[in-house]
């Protein structure tokens, strides 16, 4: 079966460009990693200057948020940027890894302009995550958070530069709120984690970035995602000039249609 290769998703936020599903991808959503790396880059670049084409821009807009990559160099060296950012990817990016590969591979990326080193280390290994963060500039980031007990710790060993808790998974709104003053005390920015998840979990994320005092960032998934706008009675996901506004309506300001999630449950 050919795989299927989804279309580029680009948005402006601000003065930034956010890119999403440049990577080809097979049917069920995982990264093609061909046996020619330099053709698959070649691709995956093509695909990236149509993507900043058809949004009025050019390679110099390209700026790294979140997860994706950042670029503001002469276009006749990006192709350059492109195969050694895949490399790391390859190399490293499948697993964490030891104290000394995370930090190789942090300065690799600190050259080329990333923002942040997400999740390098085990969750449990605060002392490495203290080690990493010492010896590079790059920020370090952790969205592997399930409560403020254990933010506690990184803060402390001043492990973490960014730290991103998912609210689903770290003890709801009112522990994303303790866990955002607390980072805010020691000087820590605070990220909600968000990957795809519903519409209830990317609103909930929003309602906790705003109120956070140190906000770095609220991630944002570009792809399509059956659990978004698809299961509300009214979309609330849509981006207006790059900023994603924040239901204000009771609770949190968004309606579920509940026959829509029924269409979609699964029957044995």
Known sequence: MMPAILPPTIARTSNRLLIGNLL??????????????????????????????????????????????????????????????????????????????????????????????????????????????????????????????????????????????DVCRAGGITELKRIAVLTDAFGVAFTPHVSIGSAIHFIASAHCAAAAPNLHQMEYWFGQNPLGDAILKEP????????????????LGIEVDEEKVRALAVTA
């Open 24 to 165: 080809p991808r097979d049917r069920d959503g995982q990264h093609i990693v061909g046996d020619d790396i330099a053709q698959q880059t070649d691709a995956v670049f093509q695909r990236l200057r149509d993507a900043l084409h058809a949004a009025g821009a050019s390679l110099a807009d390209l700026v790294r948020i979140n997860t994706y990559y950042v670029y503001d160099g002469p276009e006749d060296q990006a192709t350059r940027y492109w195969e050694k950012m895949t490399a790391v990817r390859l190399r490293y990016f499948a697993d964490p890894g030891p104290v000394g590969t995370a930090v190789r591979v942090g300065r690799e990326l600190e050259v080329l302009g990333v923002g942040f080193l997400e999740a390098p280390l085990p969750p449990e290994f605060v002392e490495g995550y203290a080690q990493v963060a010492h010896a590079l500039e790059l920020p370090v980031a952790n969205d592997l958070i399930y409560n403020r007990f254990q933010v506690l710790r990184f803060l402390r060993a001043g492990a973490l530069d960014i730290v991103q808790p």
């Open 236 to 251: 609330a996901l849509g981006l207006v000039d790059g900023h994603l506004p924040v239901p204000q309506g009771p609770g």
